[in-house]
């Protein structure tokens, strides 16, 4: 058996609705995988206008949206028109990739008549409570994880240190790695456009420290906008880029009101932004891999990050960037204290981490993935032989 003999059925709960680094993955999953000869069919809630062009076919499930984030929608089951489709598809792999009812039905639906389902873990939803002051309710949302978790074939999420935090929490024994890839055409150091900098009023010579992705307060902002205000009370010149969009904008921009704020970028757009700043300060500890910070590091931008499940498993610390305890403040200003007053540490870390980011290619990475559909579909088979 190889891939051609592939029929997937992937779950996603978000797989064109935002732009996000879980739903790029998957999108970039389905492509290779459409292009290698295998048969893929997404089903996830759907919206008029997606803001990108989804790969593959796409099979709306129900949904609703979420109260005061519209811009995504929890699936609610799968009806009987997704059963009707599912049976007419006939796939020999589920793969869910988010925890939600439609997931938690359809991989149901798959142990039922003995398909194997694998589970990829794209960002720590058990540490979401805590950023909306319900941490009481993190031993919950574990356990509830475990429950469809434990009942999966294999789980693959996409760094090593993710791999034991999910051991450790008792989730699954068979956990894979998906890493992530970087197109390297979009972000490389390259890019940089010290014009676009300035136009943003950012001098040649100040040191721009940077945040990328939804403005959302489980990124991290109240950190870093806490590490901003201690840069100022010690005078530490620099300024501040971010770039992204969400729903926490206007509370974030109260955080770091001196701010440049380049909104959502995209394509080539994305890559020079990127490239325009000095260093990524990334507190976010709900990440399982860090798309953002793999990028950073393709353009040549050192990273100071919580040392947590995403960025511990790219960041060398003291060679690519610094891992810092994930809510210690000082700490954070420190390192980026240390950048602003030696730029050659800064070029040298950055320059080491461009040269890690080289190894990041996309296809060999999904590969890993259809291996793993291959690798359960045939001890499936197996056990029923």
């Known amino acids: ?88 598809f006939r796939p020999n792999v589920l793969h869910i990739s988010s925890p939600d009812f439609s997931a938690r039905e359809a991989a149901k639906w798959a142990r039922d008549r003995n398909i194997p389902v694998v589970a990829s873990v794209h960002t720590r939803f058990e540490t979401y409570p805590r950023y909306y002051h319900l941490g009481f309710m993190e031993p919950v949302v574990e356990g509830w994880l475990r429950k469809l978790y434990r009942r999966c074939d294999a789980l693959i999420t996409p760094s090593q240190g993710m791999i034991d935090t999910l051991r450790q929490q008792g989730m699954n024994d068979d956990i894979g790695l998906w ?53 100022k009370k010690r005078g530490v010149p620099h300024k501040v880029l971010i770039i992204g969009d969400g729903p926490a904008r206007k509370a ?28 990524l300060l990334n507190p976010s500890v709900t990440e399982t891999f860090g798309n953002v910070t793999l990028e950073a590091m393709a353009c040549g931008v050192p990273v100071v990050a919580a040392d947590a499940t995403g960025a511990s498993s790219l960041v060398d610390d003291g060679v690519t960037g610094y891992l810092v305890p994930p809510r210690d403040v000082a700490a954070y200003a420190d390192k980026l204290q240390a950048y602003a007053e030696a730029p050659a540490l800064r070029h040298a870390h950055g320059a080491a981490g461009a040269k890690k980011a080289e190894a990041f290619e996309w296809d060999a990475i999904n590969q890993a993935v259809a291996d793993t559909y291959l690798r359960v579909l045939a001890a499936k088979d197996g056990v029923a032989g």
Request: charged content about 20%.
């Open 252 to 279: 974030f921009a109260e955080l770091v009101p001196d701010a440049c704020f380049a909104g959502f970028q995209s394509g080539s757009d994305l890559g020079r932004a990127v490239a325009g700043m000095d260093v």
């Open 179 to 231: 890493t992530r890839g970087v197109d390297h055409a979009v972000f490389n150091a390259g890019r940089r456009d010290n014009g676009w900098r300035q136009s943003l009023g950012i001098a040649d010579g100040e040191m721009a420290v940077g945040f990328l992705g939804r403005l959302v307060l489980e990124k991290g902002l109240d950190i870093f906008g806490e590490t901003i205000v201690e840069l």
């Open 1 to 88: 058996m190889d891939v051609t003999d592939l029929r997937i059925a992937l779950f996603s709960g978000n797989y064109a609705m935002t732009v996000d680094g879980a739903n790029k993955a998957l999108n970039r999953l389905v492509e290779y995988l459409l292009r290698q000869g295998a048969a893929v069919r997404v089903y996830s809630p759907t919206i008029a206008e997606p803001p990108f062009e989804p790969q593959g076919d796409i099979v709306s499930l129900p949904s609703l949206a979420i109260p005061t984030r519209s811009e995504y929608r929890v699936p609610m089951g799968i009806n009987s028109a997704v059963r009707r489709d599912l049976d007419a």
